[in-house]
């Protein structure tokens, strides 16, 4: 469900975290453990600034990097591995009816659109609409309320209204 560079963000974050946490709990007036956390702190600024680099694709503090925001969740996403396979569809329903390929640009589009998403979002979107499953069971899986998954849903679904609308005005 998660892309390779969503699970390596949340990584990095965790590891962030427990390291705050170890930094907090270090005795300021102990000098062994004063120079100890110049290193964790060290290490906290390192994960800080690999996460920056991470979620948007720039270097932080740097004006000449990779433009685009999310742009390893972005390359991830136009592979397109989080659709469900379309084989069952062709062995029950009459390929004739449906558009069943995307081009290269719908998958540039819908990529975009995807990374527009909130982690959130993109998780509740997609196990709702792609693969066809209840709001209660997304709530059950991903450990949050009913209410936090609609929300998810309807607020993606404004962002592709927007898309969309957005799109319509240029290409009219």
């Not at 906290?44 to 694709?57: A, R, V």
Request: net charge neutral; charged share 35%; glycine share 2%.
């Amino acid at each position: 469900m998660l892309s390779w560079a969503d699970k390596l963000i949340q990584e990095y974050t965790t590891g962030r975290q427990d390291l705050i946490r170890r930094a907090d709990t270090i005795d300021r007036n102990n000098p062994v453990e004063r120079e100890d956390l110049k290193h964790i702190n060290s290490m906290i600024e390192s994960m800080t600034f690999s996460l920056d680099w991470m979620k948007t694709g720039r270097q932080p503090g740097t004006y000449r990097g990779a433009d685009e925001k999310a742009v390893y969740q972005r390359r991830s996403y136009e592979n397109i591995d989080l659709i469900p396979d379309i084989a069952e569809q062709l062995e029950t329903e009459d390929i004739n009816k449906k558009h069943l390929y995307m081009t290269r640009e719908e998958k540039i589009i819908l990529a975009d659109i995807l990374s527009s998403f909130s982690l959130r979002e993109r998780q509740c979107y997609i196990l709702h609409v792609a693969q066809k499953r209840s709001m209660s069971d997304i709530a059950n899986e991903l450990g949050v309320s009913k209410s936090m998954v609609q929300q998810s849903i309807r607020r993606a679904k404004a962002k592709i209204k927007e898309r969309v609308e957005k799109d319509s005005v240029i290409y009219a």
